[in-house]
Protein backbone atom coordinates (compact mmCIF):
# COMPACT_ATOMS: atom_id res chain seq x y z
CA UNK A 1 0.00 0.00 0.00
CA UNK A 2 1.25 3.71 -0.78
CA UNK A 3 1.92 5.83 2.22
CA UNK A 4 2.29 9.60 2.41
CA UNK A 5 3.66 11.84 5.22
CA UNK A 6 3.74 15.54 5.40
CA UNK A 7 4.77 16.32 8.97
CA UNK A 8 4.58 19.78 8.93
CA UNK A 9 0.93 20.86 9.92
CA UNK A 10 1.15 24.69 9.26
CA UNK A 11 3.83 26.58 8.13
CA UNK A 12 5.00 30.61 7.93
CA UNK A 13 7.04 32.31 5.45
CA UNK A 14 7.78 35.64 5.30
CA UNK A 15 6.83 37.43 1.71
CA UNK A 16 9.46 36.91 -0.76
CA UNK A 17 11.72 34.48 0.27
CA UNK A 18 11.87 30.50 0.12
CA UNK A 19 10.30 27.88 1.82
CA UNK A 20 10.35 23.79 1.84
CA UNK A 21 7.39 21.78 2.45
CA UNK A 22 7.98 18.14 3.58
CA UNK A 23 6.74 15.52 2.05
CA UNK A 24 7.87 11.47 2.71
CA UNK A 25 6.07 8.55 0.87
CA UNK A 26 6.50 4.94 1.19
CA UNK A 27 5.81 2.17 -1.60
CA UNK A 28 6.54 -0.91 -2.90
CA UNK A 29 5.44 -0.07 -6.46
CA UNK A 30 9.10 0.06 -8.66
CA UNK A 31 7.42 3.38 -10.34
CA UNK A 32 5.50 6.08 -9.24
CA UNK A 33 4.27 9.42 -9.84
CA UNK A 34 4.69 12.78 -7.29
CA UNK A 35 2.33 15.35 -7.59
CA UNK A 36 2.12 18.62 -5.47
CA UNK A 37 -1.27 20.38 -5.26
CA UNK A 38 -2.51 23.49 -4.03
CA UNK A 39 -5.78 24.12 -2.32
CA UNK A 40 -6.39 27.92 -1.44
CA UNK A 41 -9.81 28.58 0.89
CA UNK A 42 -12.14 28.32 -2.34
CA UNK A 43 -11.45 24.66 -2.58
CA UNK A 44 -10.23 23.40 -5.69
CA UNK A 45 -7.23 21.34 -6.01
CA UNK A 46 -4.58 22.75 -8.28
CA UNK A 47 -2.02 20.95 -9.26
CA UNK A 48 1.56 22.60 -9.41
CA UNK A 49 5.16 19.72 -10.38
CA UNK A 50 5.05 16.80 -10.84
CA UNK A 51 8.08 14.36 -10.64
CA UNK A 52 8.45 10.34 -11.93
CA UNK A 53 10.46 7.99 -9.83
CA UNK A 54 12.78 7.74 -12.83
CA UNK A 55 13.24 11.23 -13.68
CA UNK A 56 16.92 11.84 -13.26
CA UNK A 57 16.29 15.43 -12.94
CA UNK A 58 14.42 17.41 -10.29
CA UNK A 59 11.03 18.72 -11.58
CA UNK A 60 10.65 22.81 -12.32
CA UNK A 61 7.57 24.55 -12.61
CA UNK A 62 8.33 28.37 -12.28
CA UNK A 63 9.05 29.41 -8.80
CA UNK A 64 8.20 25.53 -8.24
CA UNK A 65 10.74 22.83 -7.95
CA UNK A 66 10.67 19.75 -6.20
CA UNK A 67 13.67 18.32 -4.27
CA UNK A 68 12.71 14.65 -5.25
CA UNK A 69 15.77 12.07 -3.28
CA UNK A 70 14.90 8.60 -4.26
CA UNK A 71 16.95 6.85 -1.66
CA UNK A 72 15.50 8.93 0.95
CA UNK A 73 11.81 8.62 0.17
CA UNK A 74 11.49 11.77 0.06
CA UNK A 75 9.46 14.69 -2.35
CA UNK A 76 9.98 18.44 -0.62
CA UNK A 77 8.41 21.28 -2.57
CA UNK A 78 10.12 24.64 -2.92
CA UNK A 79 8.23 27.74 -3.24
CA UNK A 80 11.06 30.33 -4.33
CA UNK A 81 9.88 33.93 -3.63
CA UNK A 82 6.88 33.67 -1.59
CA UNK A 83 3.87 35.72 -2.35
CA UNK A 84 0.59 36.54 -0.51
CA UNK A 85 -1.28 34.51 -2.88
CA UNK A 86 0.69 31.18 -2.10
CA UNK A 87 -0.98 30.77 1.25
CA UNK A 88 -3.18 28.05 1.20
CA UNK A 89 -3.09 24.24 2.10
CA UNK A 90 -0.46 22.21 0.07
CA UNK A 91 -0.76 18.74 -0.08
CA UNK A 92 1.76 15.53 -1.69
CA UNK A 93 0.20 13.05 -3.45
CA UNK A 94 1.58 9.73 -5.38
CA UNK A 95 0.27 7.08 -7.46
CA UNK A 96 1.71 4.08 -9.26
CA UNK A 97 2.53 4.01 -13.25
CA UNK A 98 1.04 1.24 -14.92
CA UNK A 99 -2.08 0.70 -16.81
CA UNK A 100 -5.46 0.92 -15.26
CA UNK A 101 -6.37 1.89 -11.44
CA UNK A 102 -4.16 5.29 -10.90
CA UNK A 103 -6.02 7.24 -8.02
CA UNK A 104 -3.94 9.34 -6.41
CA UNK A 105 -3.03 8.78 -2.92
CA UNK A 106 -2.94 11.97 -0.49
CA UNK A 107 -1.24 13.22 2.18
CA UNK A 108 -2.81 15.16 5.04
CA UNK A 109 -1.58 18.48 3.55
CA UNK A 110 0.51 21.24 5.01
CA UNK A 111 -1.26 25.12 5.61
CA UNK A 112 1.40 27.84 4.52
CA UNK A 113 0.41 31.34 5.68
CA UNK A 114 2.72 34.06 4.01
CA UNK A 115 3.40 37.03 5.79
CA UNK A 116 3.81 40.67 4.47
CA UNK B 1 -10.72 25.33 -22.16
CA UNK B 2 -13.32 24.71 -19.73
CA UNK B 3 -12.27 23.07 -16.51
CA UNK B 4 -13.97 20.31 -14.35
CA UNK B 5 -17.55 21.39 -13.46
CA UNK B 6 -19.57 20.63 -10.47
CA UNK B 7 -23.06 21.46 -8.40
CA UNK B 8 -24.19 22.52 -6.09
CA UNK B 9 -21.27 24.09 -4.85
CA UNK B 10 -22.88 23.87 -1.22
CA UNK B 11 -25.33 21.25 0.50
CA UNK B 12 -26.88 21.24 4.08
CA UNK B 13 -29.10 18.45 4.48
CA UNK B 14 -30.17 16.44 7.64
CA UNK B 15 -29.16 12.82 8.85
CA UNK B 16 -30.96 10.20 6.36
CA UNK B 17 -31.61 12.56 3.36
CA UNK B 18 -30.45 11.66 0.28
CA UNK B 19 -28.67 14.06 -1.69
CA UNK B 20 -27.00 14.11 -5.12
CA UNK B 21 -23.81 15.88 -6.85
CA UNK B 22 -23.23 16.24 -10.84
CA UNK B 23 -20.16 16.56 -12.35
CA UNK B 24 -19.15 17.60 -15.99
CA UNK B 25 -15.68 16.31 -16.59
CA UNK B 26 -12.86 18.23 -18.84
CA UNK B 27 -14.04 17.51 -22.72
CA UNK B 28 -12.38 15.13 -23.65
CA UNK B 29 -11.29 13.08 -20.58
CA UNK B 30 -12.03 9.59 -20.31
CA UNK B 31 -11.24 9.04 -16.63
CA UNK B 32 -13.54 10.62 -14.09
CA UNK B 33 -12.78 10.63 -10.08
CA UNK B 34 -14.73 11.10 -6.85
CA UNK B 35 -12.59 11.91 -4.07
CA UNK B 36 -13.95 12.66 -0.19
CA UNK B 37 -12.29 15.23 1.45
CA UNK B 38 -12.95 15.10 5.36
CA UNK B 39 -12.18 18.34 7.20
CA UNK B 40 -8.27 18.24 8.56
CA UNK B 41 -7.53 15.73 5.88
CA UNK B 42 -6.34 14.73 2.01
CA UNK B 43 -8.51 13.86 -0.80
CA UNK B 44 -9.58 9.89 -0.67
CA UNK B 45 -11.00 8.05 -3.65
CA UNK B 46 -14.48 6.63 -3.81
CA UNK B 47 -14.31 5.52 -7.54
CA UNK B 48 -12.43 5.56 -10.55
CA UNK B 49 -14.55 4.86 -13.85
CA UNK B 50 -13.36 5.13 -16.89
CA UNK B 51 -15.43 6.02 -19.62
CA UNK B 52 -18.35 5.06 -18.26
CA UNK B 53 -17.41 1.44 -16.58
CA UNK B 54 -15.94 1.50 -13.09
CA UNK B 55 -12.43 1.22 -12.61
CA UNK B 56 -12.04 1.27 -9.00
CA UNK B 57 -14.82 1.51 -6.19
CA UNK B 58 -13.29 -0.47 -3.39
CA UNK B 59 -13.47 2.50 -0.96
CA UNK B 60 -17.13 3.52 -1.95
CA UNK B 61 -19.47 2.78 1.00
CA UNK B 62 -21.88 0.45 -1.18
CA UNK B 63 -24.84 0.54 1.41
CA UNK B 64 -25.27 4.30 1.16
CA UNK B 65 -22.86 5.81 -1.85
CA UNK B 66 -23.33 5.17 -5.64
CA UNK B 67 -22.21 6.69 -8.61
CA UNK B 68 -22.96 6.51 -12.30
CA UNK B 69 -21.68 7.75 -15.15
CA UNK B 70 -23.77 7.14 -18.30
CA UNK B 71 -23.05 8.06 -21.72
CA UNK B 72 -19.12 8.33 -20.20
CA UNK B 73 -19.59 11.78 -20.11
CA UNK B 74 -21.37 13.39 -16.78
CA UNK B 75 -21.06 11.52 -13.49
CA UNK B 76 -23.44 11.96 -10.34
CA UNK B 77 -22.74 11.30 -6.85
CA UNK B 78 -25.22 9.73 -4.67
CA UNK B 79 -25.69 9.63 -0.84
CA UNK B 80 -28.66 7.75 0.51
CA UNK B 81 -29.34 7.55 3.52
CA UNK B 82 -27.02 10.36 4.47
CA UNK B 83 -24.90 9.82 8.39
CA UNK B 84 -23.24 12.90 9.92
CA UNK B 85 -19.66 11.63 9.21
CA UNK B 86 -20.20 12.28 5.14
CA UNK B 87 -20.01 15.96 6.05
CA UNK B 88 -16.90 16.61 3.79
CA UNK B 89 -15.87 18.46 0.53
CA UNK B 90 -16.82 15.93 -2.88
CA UNK B 91 -14.05 16.42 -5.03
CA UNK B 92 -14.37 15.40 -9.02
CA UNK B 93 -11.49 15.16 -10.84
CA UNK B 94 -10.73 14.00 -14.36
CA UNK B 95 -7.43 12.60 -16.43
CA UNK B 96 -7.36 12.35 -20.17
CA UNK B 97 -7.01 8.39 -20.49
CA UNK B 98 -6.16 7.52 -17.00
CA UNK B 99 -2.03 6.92 -16.72
CA UNK B 100 -0.25 7.32 -13.76
CA UNK B 101 2.04 10.31 -15.03
CA UNK B 102 -0.96 12.31 -16.24
CA UNK B 103 -2.37 15.19 -14.14
CA UNK B 104 -5.19 14.56 -12.77
CA UNK B 105 -7.65 18.34 -12.81
CA UNK B 106 -9.72 18.91 -9.97
CA UNK B 107 -13.18 20.59 -9.99
CA UNK B 108 -14.19 23.30 -7.46
CA UNK B 109 -16.01 20.70 -4.72
CA UNK B 110 -19.12 20.24 -3.18
CA UNK B 111 -18.89 21.14 0.62
CA UNK B 112 -21.79 18.99 2.16
CA UNK B 113 -22.61 19.25 5.84
CA UNK B 114 -25.00 16.39 6.98
CA UNK B 115 -27.19 17.89 10.70
Known amino acids: AQKITQTQPGMFVQEKEAVTLDCTYDTSDPSYGLFWYKQPSSGEMIFLIY??????QNATEGRYSLNFQKARKSANLVISASQLGDSAMYFCAMSPVGVGNTPLVFGKGTRLSVIA | EAGVAQSPRYKIIEKRQSVAFWCNPI?????LYWYQQILGQGPKLLIQFQNNGVVDDSQLPKDRFSAERLKGVDSTLKIQPAKLEDSAVYLC?????????????FGPGTRLLVL
Open chain 2, 93 to 105: ASSLVGGAQETQY
Open chain 1, 51 to 56: QGSYDQ
Open chain 2, 27 to 31: SGHAT
